[in-house]
């Protein structure tokens, strides 16, 4: 892609409007899905437009495999929301940074603000298991370093793709009573709270870093290939300048922002 | 033992007879004369992806299952090759693409009945008719929207289909279920965690060792209930004894939760099962590694064979494990006899055949967050699912084998389904002697290596051996090699342009020659980077097998093609 986009533009002296690829999930809201209802197919389009051009996305799940399959195999140029320094990718600046939450019910006994809270050892918790041997969420690994697991209960992330919102499952088992409390990426949990029937409460995780070191904050960029320099600095420029706007659909979707500034560096080049 | 009504000179099920022996009465190619061994045919999937398992040949025809999208593509071995009959193109839900574990790969078929029958990526066993191509029944067993697949190549004992799921890593929780082989209708299921009586555990139950004979130990032996999402998945293979009339096969690691979330042994994880053939009821039991920490998933054949062990011949199950240990096995008890290492391991000092449970060495378990330095064998293990081969002329199994060791630590960002976190950074890299593989003969009597070939990559292709007392191998740089089975001397070899996973066959053709044949196409596990540049995102697996295997590519290209040998 990086050696096409040169080629255009020595031959014409400016880009050709060629839509952006964009590998994304069709059923994973907020995120994604193929009804371009997620904040990421919006923040495409925003990004897309801006190059002149539009928006192209290649629909497959986001689990295992799935950087090999779709962009390896040429299927998009990009990912959307992937983790700053994401091992197999080159990412750009980062656009957003959010946070691990814990969410409970408003009008319950549970007022837990911290790991480290006493109270949390009686409750049903509840996590999302990532589903690779052995790689679990931060916070299921920080219960456990705290010698939590009777009460610790999983929820595939990758859950039934035939259902809608297979990653809601758990907040879905915190309304009905089934947890008492779920510890999960704040976008699910933002989203997912707004539409709820049940108020809920979200508090960001803490400590923010845990003893072991272990992060509970990310930031948030997207992900090329390694050699797609060109279109890395493209996007770049372009994450700058719509800062306000990408914000604006961020707060609309209620993704919780971690108050640490987002890194202007990008770091791709390492 | 053949199934009745298969000559010899054919090949009809997976490992060749029911124990999966992988060894033919077939003679014509010696030790003398195998040098002259010249390529008679070949033909190109089409598909440059892992080529596992083997073809079968019934009746004068050749049957191939491809990778996804999983076709069956039959040949005319009466005509000059390829003389292909027809192809069947099985339906299949795109979703099971993206779900497959660690490549699209398939194991192969069983003849039964006039019918090739085999499993589709997306969780569906199909029968074909040999002659016309035509889908005689389709039995779905799992939906893969779930995060279930089917890899395995079935087996067909005494008119059942044993077919078993993938997925451990997305949760799913393992059976083994038993088809009518006529009509795909399932007969029972029986579940490899939970209570007892969804695992078909009854009072016939009576495994050797005490720490699993307690009652509703695959619930016990786990907290609350994360059993349910427990892996133990059957992607491995699975053996008949006749004798016995149980069923064996191996099942993989406890699923998705890290080994600090999940305290216990986490049974049956790593285990051997044996089930009565016509019940499903579990007879007895052995776990490899309680707790596993490493992904030794436990899927490896158990090779049915009449041995002599201590002056007397016993009848054993044997089984090379991705723990690094080789097993043999009172196959109707379940009393390990010998459990000795076949590779070099340093996550234990040995098994205590008193217990029958490994003595773990601390400072190699693995923590998330914390560095585990030098842990051999690496999370590949120190074999995978490509299986061995029994010869009862030399009494020797003759395996392939990975010298892999990793360090696990480290904190590395990730991300899944929109949910960044960072896990564990896995390194893998050669083991000592700095030879990533080895093929070896091994005297399972004594659990002792006989002769050794030292490989420069993990040796992941399966082995044959013939009355011709010649062994065959492949290499995942692409060669295609044969071996006097009594001392490992090599006879003669090819190379193929991408490198060999699959498992090579021999048999007689219509012309009464004896040909040999093989897979290349290099894929699976350790070979799934070389289909491009980009490292796999798989965190535990890949991502680590990527820096031991990183010179692969230069070695081998992506491919996909069956190969056929005969003497001139």
Redesign the interface.
Known sequence: MAMLVMATVGAAGHPLPKPLRVCA?PN?LP??NDQRAGF?NRIASLLAHDMGTTVEFSW??????????G???GACDVYM?????????LTTAPYYRSTYVMVYRAKGPVHVRSLDDSALRSLRVGV???????????P??A???RGM??????Y???????KPNP?ARIIEALERGEIDIAIV?G??AGYFARRSPTPLTIVPVSPAKDT????FA?D?AMGL??TDTTLARTLDTLLARERPAIHRILTDYGVPLDSAQVSSDSIHGE | MLPPGSKEGDWTIPGHDYGSTRYSELDKITTTNVAQLKESWSYTTGIADGHEGQPLVVGGRMYVVTPYPNKLVAFDLSKPGPAKLWEYTPPIDQTAFGKACCDDVNRGASYSGGNIIYNVLDNATVAVNAITGKQVWRTKLADPSQGSTMTMAPLVAKGKVYVGNSGGEMGVRGWLTALNAKTGKIIWQAFNTGPDSEMKIGSTFKPFYASMKPANMGVTSWRGDQWKLGGATVWGWVTYDPESNLVFYGTANPGTWNPELRPGDNLYSTSAMARDADTGELKWAYQYTPHDAWDYDGVNEHIVADIPFNGAIRKVVVHFDRNGFAYTIDRVTGEVLVAQPFQYLNWATGVDLTSGRPTLVEEKQTHQGHMTTNICPSSTGARDQQPAAFSPRTHLFYTPATNLCMDYGGIEAKYIAGTPYVGAAVKMYGGPGGNRGEFLAWDAGTGKKVWGIKENFPVWAGALVTAGDVVFYGTMDGDFKAVNATNGEVLWKTHFNSGIVGNPITFLGPDGNQYVAVYEGVGGWAGAIVPGNLSTDDPFAALGAVNAMKDLPEHTKAGGALHVFVLP
């Open positions: 999930d994973n995120f994604s990421e497959r799940p986001q689990i295992r495999g799935f950087v090999r399959k962009l390896k195999a929301g992937v983790p700053v320094a994401f091992g197999p990718l999302h298991m990532i589903g690779d041997d052995y790689q679990n969420t931060p299921a690994q219960l456990a370093s697991t009777d009460n610790v209960r999983g595939q992330i990758v859950d039934d793709y035939s990653q990426w976008p699910f072991s070191g272990q992060l990310f948030i290939r390694r």
